[in-house]
């Protein structure tokens, strides 16, 4: 669901965008711009507290990584003010150094503030919804970070059953 005034929403999805660009070109003083001194980052469960952290953070898992293709639609954004919340689904996909590929996609729940008159994340929380790696995945998430299936809104035609 979207609401709010179109130029907040289109200043946050231009938001996502300077943090997208930031990953695919390992560039972490582009990225640093978009969220907030006292910010918020929980990847996968790993709490970050402070912009400098974050950015130290991110620097780190970059650090591993020769190439990264990095995509992020916001599928929710709702304006209140000088407040906001959106979703933002990802789809990532990083060459490790040692030449292994690893295909994510992935949510972030935000919360965003207007400061000084620009948008800043003040929260992220990051979780991964589906993964694919060829050479074997290291990582399995839990199928309790799924919705129910009663929650799921898509039929199918040919069965007549929730799903995608």
């Not at 040692?98 to 620009?118: F, P, W």
Request: hydrophobic content about 40%; aromatic content about 10%; charged content about 25%.
């Amino acid at each position: 669901m979207f609401s709010g005034p179109l130029e907040d929403r289109v200043a946050i999805q231009e938001l996502n965008g300077t943090y997208a660009d930031g990953v695919v070109r390992a560039d972490a003083d582009t990225w640093g711009t978009v969220w907030a001194d006292d910010a918020y980052w929980n990847l996968m469960g790993m709490e970050v507290n402070g912009k400098d952290a974050i950015v130290t953070m991110w620097k780190g898992a970059m650090g591993g990584l020769e190439a990264v293709s990095f995509h992020c639609v916001p599928c929710m954004i709702a304006v209140d003010g000088d407040r906001a919340t959106s979703r933002v689904q990802t789809q990532e996909i990083m060459l490790t150094k040692e030449g292994k590929t690893r295909v994510i996609g992935g949510l972030y729940e935000d919360e965003l503030t207007r400061r000084n008159g620009a948008w800043v994340f003040t929260s992220r929380k990051f979780r991964i919804v589906a993964e694919y790696n060829p050479e074997g995945a290291s990582h399995r998430w839990p199928r309790s970070s799924f919705p129910p299936r009663s929650t799921w809104t898509a039929k199918s035609k040919a069965n007549g059953e929730a799903g995608f």
